[in-house]
């Protein structure tokens, strides 16, 4: 079975520019999450979809960040303009559903580096 | 308020045991995970506890007090390899009665020779 697979593996920007990464959850996967981990820390929820429909989307900084989940399989996230504060690993995940003991199964993630 | 408690780093001795703790303060539980980091790579899943005891996969064990809100995950045999960090997530409802997972910070395990 196919992991989940996300690109690129890493980007370096320069702050004020627009960024993108796309994920592929596993196949048949409903439920997709983005997080977003900075050294040293846990992963911290960015964005959920439960299919095509946004879950929670509350620690999701609205003015320069967005997703999508077109069809509820690939998603994409956008940073537009990027912060210094931004650099960190993007980490794509996906789950069967989205009760309360689903395993997340975790994409390679994207190292950005926002200069 | 949410809180997950881990220590930042431990050290231990190839072929040794290590305990690594996690405590845990939220607003309700549904059930606690395990997963393990290398360093520059995903999370994968260790383990999952909902009920209180001992879960014994392997190497690995990992055990539950929900009264005491704590859990610990036991590696036996240390291999080079389990040199990692080990991160702690609780399940707990969101203000949108959904589920969230609620992360620690993550132990770093230093295995020496």
């Known amino acids: 079975e196919a992991g989940v697979a996300q690109s690129p593996r890493y980007k370096i920007i320069e702050k004020r520019q627009s960024v993108a990464f796309w994920c592929n959850p596993i196949?048949?996967?409903?439920?997709l999450y983005w997080y977003q981990q900075i050294l040293g820390q846990g992963p911290k929820l960015l964005i959920q979809f439960q299919n095509n429909g946004v879950v929670d989307d509350s620690q999701l900084p609205k003015d320069r960040f967005s997703a999508e989940r077109l069809k509820g399989v690939d998603s994409t996230l956008k940073i537009q303009p990027a912060k210094l504060e931004d650099s960190a690993v993007y980490l794509c995940?996906?789950?069967?559903?989205?009760?309360?003991?689903?395993?997340?199964?975790f994409g390679p993630g994207t190292r950005l580096l926002v200069l | 308020g949410q809180n997950i408690d881990q220590p930042t780093e431990m050290t231990a001795t190839e072929g040794a045991i290590v305990q690594i703790n996690c405590t845990y303060q939220t607003s309700g539980f549904n059930g606690l995970f395990w997963y393990q980091q290398h360093a520059g790579e995903a999370p994968t899943f260790l383990s999952y506890n909902v009920l209180d005891g001992l879960e014994e996969k392997g190497r690995f064990s990992s055990f539950l007090s929900r009264s005491k809100g704590y859990s610990y995950l036991l590696l036996k045999e240390l291999q080079m390899k389990d040199s990692a960090s080990y991160l702690c997530a609780v399940s707990a409802p969101s203000m949108d009665s959904n589920y969230q997972l609620i992360w620690g910070a993550g132990t770093k395990l230093i295995i020496k020779p």
């Open positions: 995940a996906s789950s069967l559903g989205s009760g309360t003991g689903e395993t997340q199964y």
């Open positions: 196949s048949g996967h409903a439920t």
